[in-house]
Each structure stands twice: as structure tokens, then as C-alpha cells.
């Protein structure tokens, strides 16, 4: 039996995946009127084979009212896209839903690719939301990118710099460094 993928579309209000101390929390409503067999949360690292990580036994949702439902996936995959998707027992499948969640445990910073050839992503803790200067340099000290940002996360476009070794420098509003790292350029 095929079953139907866009059951987000009839089936539920809302769902959505964040980042909770690094854990990846779903949280997903089922409209009023439905009801199914369980449900089912999968992961994937591709998008394209997923694991089961969980499941809520027993009928979900109501006839009558909306129902909310949540998960927690408390060992989530690690600095790399982790896709999420519900199987809402002979309703179908939910769109699928991508998040990454960086691992932060040895420094305040992650950047990949390292070494890189069109962009690198720079991911740095910012709970607060605090402004950031990020900077790029050559090694003979030529600022070769500058941008402020209030995010955790940057996307510096390299293609047009050559290969090389550069410098990324991170620092907060006080203008205190926080951040001291390499990227390597690899030519194409």
C-alpha cells in the first residue's frame, strides 16, 4: 500500500523541530477529525534512508479537538544535517524537517567545511544573541571579510579568494576575541 506523503497537509496543524541543550525536540499537532495508529519519528543523516528513533503507541489524535504531541531525540546526530519525519500510522507521512546540531564540547566554535572551495559555515555560541564580528584574513593580515551578525552561525563565500591559509577572527561587541581559528582554501 502507498502511502500518502503530504499528510502534513491534511493531517497536521503544525509541526516543527529546535534545538533544546542539544537535544532536537519535535513538537507536532494533529488537526481536529483525525485519528491514527501510533506514531512513528525517524531520523536520517541523507534524507533518503531513515531509522525509526521513536514511537507513541496507541490511537493518536481526536475527533473532536486538535491534539499536541512531543518528542525528544536526546542523542541526535552531531555538526551534520539531521532530517526528521513522522509516520502518523495509515495517515501517512509528514514533510520532512532538517536541522543541524553542533557540538560545542571542545570549543565555542565549529566551521565545515575545513578545508572548503565555495563557502565555509562558521557555527559559534551565541545564546544571547549578542553582536558578532566576524573577520576572514589573509596570513600577511589583509581583512579579506568582515560582516556583524547577532546569529550562532555565518556563511562566508570564499569562491573567488585563492587557495590559501586564512585566519577567522570572532569578537564580541566589547570587541573582545573569542575566536581565533584556520580555514583552509583548496582550489577547485
Known amino acids: ?22 537535544s532536537v525536540f519535535l513538537k507536532w499537532e494533529i488537526k481536529a477529525g483525525n485519528t491514527c495508529d501510533g506514531v512513528r519519528v525517524y531520523r536520517s543523516a541523507d534524507n533518503i534512508f531513515f531509522e525509526e528513533i521513536g ?31 513522522l509516520e502518523l500510522g495509515n495517515l501517512g507521512y509528514s514533510n520532512v524537517l532538517n536541522i543541524v546540531i553542533i557540538d560545542f564540547s571542545k570549543n565555542n566554535f565549529r566551521i565545515f567545511p575545513n578545508p572548503a572551495v565555495e563557502f565555509t559555515k562558521v557555527y559559534f555560541k551565541n545564546p544571547s544573541q549578542q553582536t558578532s564580528l566576524v573577520e576572514l584574513f589573509k596570513l600577511n593580515g589583509q581583512k579579506v571579510f568582515e560582516k556583524r551578525t547577532t546569529e550562532y552561525e555565518i556563511t562566508i563565500p570564499i ?18 576575541v573569542f575566536v581565533n581559528a584556520k580555514l583552509i582554501k583548496k582550489s577547485r
Open 1 to 22: 500500500m502507498q502511502k500518502n506523503i503530504k499528510a502534513q497537509d491534511a493531517f497536521l496543524g503544525d509541526f516543527k523541530i529546535v534545538e533544546i541543550e542539544g
Open 55 to 85: 514511537r507513541i503507541e496507541g490511537v493518536c489524535g481526536s475527533p473532536f479537538s486538535s491534539v499536541t504531541y512531543e518528542f525528544t531525540d536526546t542523542t541526535p546526530l552531531l555538526n551534520r544535517n539531521s532530517f526528521y519525519r
Open 159 to 176: 569562491s573567488a579568494f585563492e587557495a590559501a591559509v586564512y585566519l577567522i577572527r570572532i569578537s564580541d561587541s566589547e570587541g573582545k
